[in-house]
C-alpha cells in the first residue's frame, strides 16, 4: 500500500453507497468502452472475441446487479427519479432488455446484430445511467444523509 495516497473514512451504508456510485462513472466508461472493442472485434472476426464477450457479460451484469441493488436499499422509486432527458426506471428497463437481447442474439450466433447491440444501443444506455447517477445520489443524500440526526 501506498502510505500517501488518499484514504476515504466510510462510516455509514449510505456514504459507501454514494462512494460507489462515484466510482461506478469510472466503471461505466470501460463498459461503454469494452463494448465497442467487442463491437469492433466481432465485425472483424477475431479469434479471442467470446472469450472478451464472456468477461463482458459478467460484468454488464454486475452492474445491472449494483444498481439494482443501490435502487432497493434506498428505496429509490425510478419513475420518480429522473432528468430532463427521462426516467431512472425507462433506463433500467432499457439496459435489461439490452441484456436479454445479448442473450437472445448470441445464443443464436447472430455475431452481425450483437456487434450492432455492443456498438451502438449498450453504449447509450450505459450512458443514459452516467447522467442519472447524480440524480440518485442526490435521492440517498436528501433522504437518508440530510434527515439523519
Do not use: W
Request: charged fraction near 20%; aromatic fraction near 6%.
Amino acid at each position: 500500500m501506498n502510505p500517501t495516497a488518499e484514504t476515504t473514512r466510510i462510516e455509514s451504508i449510505e456514504e459507501y453507497a454514494l462512494y460507489a456510485l462515484d466510482r461506478s462513472t469510472e466503471g461505466l466508461n470501460q463498459l461503454i468502452h469494452d463494448c465497442r472493442q467487442c463491437a469492433e472485434q466481432l465485425s472483424a472476426q477475431s479469434p479471442g472475441v467470446i472469450a472478451q464477450l464472456s468477461t463482458l457479460a459478467v460484468n454488464l451484469r454486475d452492474f445491472d446487479v449494483f444498481i439494482k441493488d443501490i435502487a432497493s436499499t434506498f428505496e429509490a422509486d425510478g419513475a420518480l427519479l429522473s432528468d430532463s432527458n427521462g426516467e431512472f426506471q425507462k433506463t433500467e428497463q432499457s439496459f435489461r432488455a439490452s441484456l436479454e437481447e445479448f442473450a437472445a442474439l448470441l445464443g443464436s450466433q447472430n455475431l452481425e446484430g450483437l456487434a450492432v447491440l455492443l456498438d451502438v444501443e449498450l453504449p447509450g444506455v450505459l450512458t443514459r445511467f452516467q447522467s442519472l447517477i447524480p440524480v440518485l445520489k442526490d435521492h440517498i443524500d436528501v433522504q437518508y444523509i440530510r434527515t439523519s440526526p
